[in-house]
């Protein structure tokens, strides 16, 4: 079984700060997603990163996958409290099937 | 806009009893999945299906099985709750692509109670 361990598991910082969270894992998927989920709703896609190395910017969010495609990131700069929510990364493969393997979360609240 | 839908947002039910959580999507999507969310934990995938009539198991299919007779909907079922299913349970549906991963796209949740 295919594991993504998300750190930090929880964050709190003040408006304005920077931060990274990140995805880790053992195994080579060939493409990495990121989604927001908020309280009460179900998980939004953020990006999609297919490419070792691939970086990504959203605005404020900046996303990377790993040269070796098995590790991601997501900085977000001057952050605000709108970016509060829940971070979950996925990871796909391309055997022919669309299953994800979905990261353990990081639950991230910014502080006015 | 994608919209899938799932019948109750929170459902409390005993031990032992039938359950049955329904999910509707409404963008022809070939790919429909149900997963439970616990903290800690992210997202445990407990069934998919890739079409009609099709399932295959996830992760953690023990105690739970999925029927899907039309390709909108896609049901999960409790033959026998029990304390250790409470949890919130997402439902959701993607395109199937030739290569690659597409976006799934997920309804509200249903947080399931079992006492």
């Known amino acids: 079984t295919q594991l993504l361990e998300q750190s930090p598991q929880f964050l709190s910082i003040q408006e304005g700060e920077n931060l990274t969270v990140y995805c880790n894992s053992s195994?080579?998927?060939?493409?990495l997603q990121w989604y927001r989920q908020e309280p009460g709703e179900g998980p939004v896609l953020l990006v999609t990163?297919?490419?070792?190395?691939e970086v990504k910017k959203l605005k404020r969010l900046t996303f990377q996958f790993g040269d070796a495609r098995k590790d991601s990131s997501l900085h977000i700069t001057a952050a605000q409290p709108g970016d509060t929510g829940l971070y979950l990364c996925a990871g796909g493969t391309n055997f022919g099937n669309e299953k994800l393997t979905f990261g353990t979360g990081t639950r991230l609240t910014i502080i006015p | 806009d994608v919209k899938v839908t799932q019948s109750s947002r929170y459902l409390v039910k005993r031990t032992g009893e039938k359950v049955f959580l329904e999910c509707v999507q409404d963008?022809?999507?070939?790919?429909m999945f149900w997963y439970r969310q616990d903290p800690g934990l992210g997202l445990r995938l407990i069934y998919f299906?890739?079409?009609?009539?099709?399932?295959e198991k996830g992760d953690i299919p023990e105690g739970y099985s999925v029927s899907r007779e039309k390709k909108e909907r896609f049901s999960l079922i409790l033959e026998s709750a029990s304390t250790n299913q409470t949890s919130m349970y997402l439902c959701?549906?993607?395109?199937?692509?030739?290569?690659?991963?597409?976006?799934?796209?997920f309804g509200p949740g249903t947080r399931l109670t079992v006492l």
């Open positions: 990163v297919v490419t070792g190395g």
């Open positions: 195994s080579v998927f060939s493409s």
């Open positions: 959701a549906s993607s395109f199937r692509v030739q290569r690659g991963t597409d976006t799934q796209y």
């Open positions: 299906s890739y079409d009609v009539k099709m399932k």
């Open positions: 963008m022809d999507h070939e790919n």
